[in-house]
């Protein structure tokens, strides 16, 4: 079956716009989280969905941030007035339920480049 | 402040040699999780360890939480190339049923020499 999917694989965008990343997760998966890696750092948790809700969005940065999930499948993150702090690989996973006992499935990631 | 340390940062070795990587904490955590990160995709589960203590092995690869369960190590014999990667680990805190939030190490990047 087919694994998480990001879109677009790469972002490039000027300092300032406005970017929308996808994450397309495991099908029947409820639980989903989006992670920003830095280079050379581990993924930084950014927020969790279960389900349509934001069940913790505690690592949101700021509130340029924020991530929606209308029908419990397909997020997105969207990031306003980019700054090029914000350059880096924001990852997305999926998990079953969102157990503590459940595997989070990652996909390849969405590069952003801001400059 | 970076709650999971991971030592060391970089490691280069030949294949064949053994190597150990540490993954240490001053928090406790309900479980640690293992990954396995290659350039350009996102990090895979290798392991899960729950109980203080616990050892699991996976092929080559030897998994340890520590007692106190706060910190974790892996172990891996007989290196081969096809090892090299990022290796992350990653805390799961609180109890219940809910995993929102997991805690990354920085990763240590492991090269594997022919």
């Known amino acids: 079956g087919a694994g998480v999917s990001q879109t677009p694989s790469n972002k490039v965008t000027e300092k300032g716009k406005y970017v929308e990343l996808r994450c397309d997760p495991i099908s029947g998966h409820t639980a989903l989280y989006w992670y920003r890696q830095s280079l050379g750092q581990g993924p930084e948790f950014l927020i969790y969905f279960q389900g349509t809700g934001a069940a913790d969005d505690s690592g949101l940065p700021n509130d340029r941030f924020f991530a929606v999930r209308p029908e419990g499948s397909v997020s997105t993150l969207k990031i306003q007035r980019t700054e090029r702090g914000d350059s880096a690989v924001y990852l997305c996973a999926s998990s079953l339920e969102g157990r503590s006992t459940d595997t989070q499935y990652f996909g390849p990631g969405t590069r952003l480049t801001v400059l | 402040t970076q709650l999971l340390e991971q030592s060391p940062q970089f490691l280069s070795i030949q294949e064949g040699e053994n190597l150990t990587v540490y993954c240490n904490s001053s928090?406790?955590?309900?479980?640690l999780q293992w990954y396995r990160q290659e350039p350009g995709e996102g990090p895979v589960l290798l392991v899960t360890v729950v109980t203080g203590g616990e050892v699991k092995k996976l092929k080559r690869l030897t998994f340890q939480f520590g007692d106190a369960r706060k910190d974790s190590s892996l172990h891996i014999t007989a290196a081969q190339p096809g090892d090299t990667g990022l290796y992350l680990c990653a805390g799961v805190r609180g109890y219940g049923g809910s995993q929102g939030n997991l805690i990354f190490g920085k990763g240590t990047k492991l090269s594997v020499k022919p």
């Open positions: 928090s406790v955590f309900s479980s």
